[in-house]
Nanobody, 128 residues
Framework: QLQVVESGGGLVQAGGSLRLSCAAS????????MGWFRQAPGKEREFVAA????????YYQDSVKGRFTISRDNAKNTEYLQMNSLKPEDTAVYYC?????????????????????WGQGTQVTVSS
């Protein structure tokens, strides 16, 4: 069993940066694939980034490549999403997600249905 709690959202101007954190509690964090998803008003939830337990594999949505960086600190049971060069279209509620077991391959790591635990979400608003 894992519980995940996001923090770090807020309001920022276009071109600015934010760092989201996701604190997890539970003994299986080390082998869980951790992901970030987002949902904008009127849109479906979409994949943003994911990182496997050993950080051996990292995946990004094309629109955030080169701007966002996902990382994790297994000693602190924490996942991060560093977001730079933010754009108004990045405005959304960002959700942290964790899988019970490691997700192998991009197909599974980018699919929201394969994640077992979800945070409550944190709002990111980018003004133009």
């Amino acid at each position: 069993q894992l519980q995940v709690v996001e923090s770090g959202g807020g309001l920022v101007q276009a071109g600015g940066s934010l760092r989201l954190s996701c604190a997890a509690s539970g003994r299986t964090f080390g082998r869980s694939t951790m992901g970030w998803f987002r949902q904008a008003p009127g849109k479906e939830r979409e994949f943003v980034a994911a990182i496997t337990g050993s950080a051996g594999s990292i995946y990004y949505q094309d629109s955030v490549k080169g701007r966002f960086t996902i990382s994790r600190d297994n000693a602190k049971n924490t996942e991060y999403l560093q977001m730079n060069s933010l754009k108004p279209e990045d405005t959304a509620v960002y959700y942290c997600a964790a899988s019970r077991e490691s997700l192998s391959g991009r197909y599974y790591a980018t699919g929201s249905s394969y994640y077992d635990y979800w945070g409550q979400g944190t709002q990111v608003t980018v003004s133009s």
